[in-house]
């Protein structure tokens, strides 16, 4: 993963801003970093986060992203997120549900490109009042994750086949083997 924390802390604050609460759970935030990533590479050649993503059961995860989220919830004392979210589940729900604990500031803002600020705002317009279901349900439908099987690595690449990616796979290759 090549994004500075501060930036992955300013993506958790603008998708905790611009989602509804009540249905940003722990799955849906894996869902709206593979979105931000293969929107963004899709259009202009090269992911946001650089994560790597896994084919797992409810979709692609992030995997370096999920292990921050999961320690924000685990063990906060030694998490980098610990002033940034908190993990709430309530009793009798399925949901880990993602808490802002600031809000994002213009400052935070000023570390998104153009692009960048313009796909999240895209993501969240797609998916921002949607559940878990909806979400995991068009993860479902892209290239990347109809390509692998569970447990597989999910490359970049693969976003080439999909009918909406605006660069050939080439393209993909070339930026992502210079960034």
């Keep these: 993963m090549h994004i500075p924390i501060p930036k992955l802390k300013a993506i958790l604050l603008y998708f905790a801003e611009n989602t509804e609460g009540r249905f940003l759970g722990k799955t849906k935030l894996m869902k709206l970093f593979y979105f931000l990533d293969f929107m963004h590479l899709k259009r202009y050649g090269?992911?946001?986060?650089?994560d790597s993503y896994y084919h797992l059961e409810h979709g692609p995860i992030p995997t370096v992203i999920k292990n921050y989220v999961d320690t924000a919830e685990d063990d906060i004392d030694s998490s980098i997120l610990s002033d940034t979210i908190e993990i709430e589940r309530l009793e009798g729900q399925a949901i880990h549900r993602i808490k802002p604990l600031?809000?994002?500031?213009?400052?935070?803002?000023?570390?998104?490109?153009?692009n960048e600020l313009e796909t999240l705002e895209r993501v969240c317009k797609r998916f921002g009042d949607?559940?878990?279901?909806?979400?995991e349900e068009a993860s479902h439908k892209e290239a990347p994750w109809r390509s692998t099987h569970l447990g597989d690595f999910?490359?970049?690449?693969?976003?080439a086949d999909d009918p909406d990616c605006e660069v050939s796979k080439e393209e993909i290759e070339m930026m992502l083997s210079i960034s």
């Design 102 to 114: 600031r809000k994002l500031t213009d400052e935070a803002k000023n570390l998104f490109s153009e």
């Design 46 to 50: 090269v992911p946001v986060t650089y």
């Design 154 to 159: 999910i490359s970049y690449e693969l976003a």
């Design 130 to 135: 949607k559940n878990k279901s909806y979400i």
